[in-house]
């Protein structure tokens, strides 16, 4: 029976003295700041043209049907190709698709089954991105920064959620959405800069001798059904990935419900939900230091679930931006502390595999929770639809728990 390895103890800004981290961490807060701009962007794009929460999520969809559908594969093309490339390949990717959005919306012939086929090309990217950049981590800064390297990766993530959104607003109101999406595709350029000016110091082996794919997926999958943690571990995330992660499809609807405003009311709540995730990245290694990373998991977990019960019932602005600042934090406790604790578990040898899965779980599945919120939200409203979800998040979870007696033994217990 598998045995999580227990996190090194270093301080939550450790890995910032890794020259490499701190080229990774600016290009990423660039970039990231971009890609949230062009998403809300989008997001106002889409509800404008539709009026419709049910297309939210068919973008979204259109967006995690390949993360599902690739993921598998791609964790076998993460192990055969130095990540650094993959990383140049992906992200020259998305900053041509953020380009040709930029053309489509200037010369205002945008339609909305544009979008959707963007968002596929994108998710086809991402597929192979999302594992490459797990795996990338370890290769920065090795195993024994690891843990504060996923917190401040969280942390810049986070950070981008209220710095994208601020400046999303700030655009929108004064130049338009077009601009969103130009400011995007040039903020790629940045984050391209620094991964060709980095080396890698703890690059994991390319494995000489190749099975064929089909094969190494099967071995990939034959190690996650006999380690029971790291099977426990993707049954949570697969809780999270199709109930938690709709909300953020869900902002402009919420923003209109609780708020009456779409437009800057669904910036507030993101950059709301931003804050709330980067006290969660602070909070992530005082949090592990006092009590067991499984449990902290549940708790979060539970609590993400009453705020998706209570976030469709305010009415004003202090509540509803009070319930979205704690989403974000109950989100990022749950998914940082999942995916340490899976980092830590892992052997070198199935990394790829296990993370592309793990991906799947998350993004995967995702876009189909989030189409079938938007259509419960369609015809049930926002508020009913949110506590349905919150509501099943919890039992599940609960269920995985109650099953899961291994969690109670010494090793996950607090430090």
Request: charged share 10%.
């Amino acid at each position: 029976m598998a045995v999580t390895a227990a996190a090194p103890t270093v301080g939550t800004f450790h890995a910032l003295r890794s020259g490499n981290f701190r080229l990774y961490f600016f290009g990423q807060l660039v970039s990231q700041s971009g890609t949230w701009m062009q998403n809300i962007a989008q997001g106002y794009l889409v509800y404008t043209l539709t009026g419709s929460e049910a297309w939210l999520g068919i973008v979204a969809l259109a967006a995690g049907l390949p993360v599902l559908l690739m993921s598998p594969l791609a964790g076998v093309i993460v192990e055969m190709i130095p990540r650094r490339r993959l990383l140049v390949a992906t992200n020259i990717t998305q900053m041509s698709l953020a380009a040709i959005l930029t053309v489509l919306a200037v010369t205002n012939t945008v339609q909305v089954w544009h979008v959707v086929v963007l968002a596929f090309i994108l998710g086809l990217s991402i597929s192979v991105d999302a594992p490459s950049r797990q795996t990338f981590m370890v290769e920065m800064v090795g195993r024994d920064d690891l843990s504060s390297a996923l917190a401040l990766n969280s942390i810049m993530n986070s950070s981008t959620r209220v710095f994208g959104p601020m400046a999303a607003g700030a655009v929108l109101a004064q130049l338009g959405l077009n601009w969103c999406f130009l400011i995007n595709a040039i903020s790629f350029l940045v984050v391209l800069g620094c991964l060709l000016a980095m080396h890698v110091p703890f690059a994991l082996p390319i494995p000489k001798v190749r099975t064929r794919p089909v094969q190494q997926m099967r071995e990939g999958l034959a190690y996650v059904r006999r380690d029971p943690a790291v099977k426990r571990l993707l049954m949570l995330s697969s809780i999270a990935g199709f109930f938690l992660l709709p909300i953020f499809q869900m902002m402009p609807a919420i923003a209109e419900t609780t708020i009456d405003n779409s437009r800057e009311g669904y910036a507030l709540l993101s950059a709301a939900q931003g804050v709330g995730s980067i006290i969660a990245g602070l909070m992530v290694g005082w949090l592990a230091a006092h009590y067991a990373r499984i449990s902290i998991i549940g708790a979060a977990m539970l609590g993400a679930a009453a705020v998706m019960a209570l976030i469709g019932m305010q009415t004003s602005v202090p509540g509803a931006v009070l319930f979205a600042m704690a989403s974000g934090l109950c989100m990022v406790l749950t998914l940082v502390n999942m995916n340490l604790d899976l980092q830590l578990t892992l052997s070198n040898a199935f990394r790829g595999r296990v993370l592309s899965l793990y991906m799947l779980t998350v993004f995967g599945l995702s876009p189909f929770g989030a189409l079938l919120l938007g259509m419960l939200a369609e015809g049930l409203g926002v508020p009913l639809a949110l506590q349905l979800y919150g509501g099943v998040m919890a039992m599940l979870a609960v269920l995985v728990f109650w099953r899961a007696k291994v969690y109670t033994r010494p090793e996950f217990s607090a430090a």
